[in-house]
């Protein structure tokens, strides 16, 4: 199973749009996590086709930012159990009848009110004891070797997050790739940033059900965030189409 999250910077014109017809060719997910997708559920159903994944679930933009979709192909058994406008979860059932939780993530990229993000983390800990993946863009990285250019994050943010990983007994399953997932393409030299803000983060449980999982930070197209791509390393079941929306707000 092949599961991509990627912060794609809004949908709304023809570079963007080529880019995620580009990652579903090259890539081929059975899981798609778009973040700031910046368009409602209407505007996003022509996706379903384009991308060849029917199965859809959006979480709508505020304004004119946000946005959250998720997309699995046929005879992927998920089922949503909750969202808000910084995450989706999910849980997945394998060949073999395991059942896993997915959350695709999307934090809060303001400073003051990072502290959400944390606490939504705690909230889905204790929903449920099954292996748990979390995967996207937390607006935070964990250590200033993280980031390139501009000022140093400060401790105690970094030690905030690397506190809730913690709590949640989340690690981190690395990468293949460009440490960086995300520049500010800035034209002055003096104010080009680089950081690691993309990420893929696994309990323990889930991390020995799956000992052979690749983490790639792929090819970032149009957006200035890398897709992250997720290969478990073994074939999920071709079972029952689900597509549930019978899920809970938080």
């Known amino acids: 199973m092949r599961l991509i999250a990627w912060n794609c910077r809004g949908l709304g014109n023809g570079?963007?749009?080529r880019g995620l017809l580009d990652i579903q060719k090259r890539e081929a997910p059975d899981i798609l996590f778009l973040l700031e997708t910046?368009?409602?559920a209407k505007w996003m159903e022509r996706f379903r086709w384009y991308l060849h994944m029917p199965n859809l679930f959006v979480k709508d933009c505020?304004?004119?930012g946000g946005g959250l979709a998720l997309f699995w192909r046929k005879g992927i058994d998920l089922t949503v159990n909750s969202m808000s406008k910084y995450h989706v979860y999910a849980t997945i059932k394998e060949e073999d009848s395991l059942l896993w939780r997915f959350?695709?993530?999307y934090g809060e990229p303001r400073s003051e009110e990072k502290e959400k993000t944390w606490r939504l983390l705690r909230i889905l800990r204790d929903r449920s004891n099954l292996p748990w993946l979390c995967c996207g863009d937390f607006n935070e990285i964990l250590f200033n070797c993280e980031?390139?250019?501009g000022q140093p994050r400060s401790e105690k943010s970094m030690?905030?997050?690397r506190q809730a990983l913690v709590d949640c007994d989340l690690h981190d399953i690395g990468y293949e790739g460009d440490i960086f997932t995300w520049r500010n393409h800035h034209h002055r030299a003096d104010r080009y940033?680089?950081?690691r803000l993309d990420r893929a983060v696994a309990n323990s449980e889930w991390r020995n059900h799956f000992p052979l999982v690749r983490v790639i930070n792929g090819d970032p197209r149009h957006s200035d965030h890398r897709p992250i791509i997720v290969e478990l390393g073994g074939e999920g079941e071709e079972g029952v189409e689900k597509a549930n929306g019978n899920y809970e707000e938080i």
Do not use: R, S, Y
């Open 193 to 195: 940033v680089k950081e």
């Open 159 to 161: 030690d905030n997050f």
């Open 38 to 40: 910046k368009h409602d």
């Open 147 to 149: 980031k390139a250019g």
């Open 15 to 17: 570079p963007a749009v």
């Open 103 to 105: 959350t695709g993530i």
């Open 62 to 64: 505020v304004g004119l």
